[in-house]
């Protein structure tokens, strides 16, 4: 499993690769940036080896995500609404349709194929290359909201 550690200030600490099994308690960063993360194992994982708490702060809420980055998504689209307003401004409307049913499809195609991650209500570490149920809840705003009003943003 690699991890993203963060603190609760939400500051990408590290990232860090451990074993399930193995359930080491400190973790060296594989980046070779910051020092040694301590893990607590207690209660976070079940016996199918999939995580229920965070091993970083002890959250006992996780949601599961696709793992793709939103800002690269977000880029995609507002590029392609651009393009397609230039040329349906240019009156090539086809290509402007072309141009959006590509986005579509792409699209589509990153909602089936990218993987998933779990992450952290309460410290934003993300946790990759493990088995996730797939029935994991995904966000939820209420509890996002309970941890924004803890941490004081």
Not at 40 to 63: I, K, M, N, S, T
Not at 95 to 113: P, Q, S
């Amino acid at each position: 499993m690699r991890i993203a550690v963060r603190n609760l200030k939400h500051e990408r600490l590290c990232w860090v690769e451990v074993d399930l099994k193995s359930r080491p308690s400190i973790a060296k960063p594989t980046d070779g940036e910051g020092s040694d993360v301590y893990l607590h194992w207690d209660q976070a994982v079940d016996d199918e080896h999939r995580l229920r708490r965070c091993p970083v702060c002890g959250c006992r809420e996780l949601f599961a995500r696709k793992d793709f980055p939103q800002v690269t998504g977000l880029l995609i689209v507002v590029l392609a609404a651009l393009v397609a307003m230039i040329l349906f401004g240019t009156q090539r409307v086809g290509a402007g349709f072309v141009v959006l049913g590509l986005v579509a499809l792409m699209d589509l195609a990153i909602y089936v194929f990218a993987g998933r991650c779990l992450v952290c209500y309460r410290c934003r570490s993300e946790f990759r290359d493990l088995a996730i149920r797939r029935d994991h809840p995904g966000w939820e705003l209420a509890t996002g909201e309970k941890y924004r009003v803890e941490r004081g943003a």
